[in-house]
T-cell receptor, first 119, second 112 residues
């Protein structure tokens, strides 16, 4: 019954490797996000997709490439991992205007996070 | 650009104490305001929200009032419990926008 799920929960890898984090939501939402939370708990948006189209792309290195195969999935692929990529990555989703009840319009639902450690 | 500023933590309290976490924002227009809570090892959960000036959001004993004149959305709870120990994030969303702007988070530790 998990609304927004992420895999893996923990990811430990060496510098220079390529890794992917997967996100799936079963809420029927059409907008999905990736956030990065650093060691000081500061949370910053990275990407957002609406109906499989990229709508937000903050200043993120192009080593990070999101992919949305369908509305329910938004995966994050990271090439050539660096020490500074160590963080917790959160996926989120929401319903966009016109799709659901207005009172849920602005609420984002977050996944449990993926803790990435780059050694 | 838009920004949210929260008081820095950690905030350490005893059970049944009164909790206030200050939050102020900078944004053009009329954003919606939110408080999210992150319990240890978990993702963020929406705690409460307010979509227009003078609205009061409330949930689980927490309250926050949207004050446009002071651009603030302070979180309060009259009597905290150990289970309220978490990191609390204030956030804003511009009207019809897609991007939440978060404050830096405030860690709250409630001791028995």
């Amino acid at each position: 019954d998990t609304a927004v799920s992420q895999t893996p929960k923990y990811l430990v890898t060496q510098m220079g490797n390529d890794k992917s984090i997967k996100c799936e939501q079963n809420l029927g939402h059409d907008t999905m996000y990736w956030y990065k939370q650093d060691s000081k708990k500061f949370l910053k948006i990275m990407f957002s997709y609406n109906n499989k189209e990229l709508i937000i792309n903050e200043t993120v290195p192009n080593r990070f490439s999101p992919k949305s195969p369908d509305k329910a999935h938004l995966n994050l692929h990271i090439n050539s991992l660096e020490l500074g990529d160590s963080a917790v990555y959160f996926c989120a989703s929401k319903v966009s205007a016109g799709q659901g009840a207005d009172r849920y319009l602005n609420e984002q639902f977050f996944g449990p996070g993926t803790r990435l450690t780059v050694l | 650009g838009d920004s949210v500023t929260q008081m820095e933590g950690p905030v350490t309290l005893s059970e049944e104490a009164f909790l206030t976490i200050n939050c102020t924002y900078t944004a053009t227009g009329y954003p919606s305001l939110f408080w999210y809570v992150q319990y240890p090892g978990e993702g963020l959960q929406l705690l409460l929200k307010a979509t227009k000036a003078d609205d009061k959001g409330s949930n689980k004993g927490f309250e926050a009032t949207y004050r446009k004149e002071t651009t603030s959305f302070h979180l309060e709870k009259g009597s905290v419990q150990v289970s309220d120990s978490a990191v609390y994030f204030c956030a804003l969303l511009k009207a019809a926008g897609n991007k939440l702007t978060f404050g830096g988070g405030t860690r709250v530790l409630v001791k028995p």
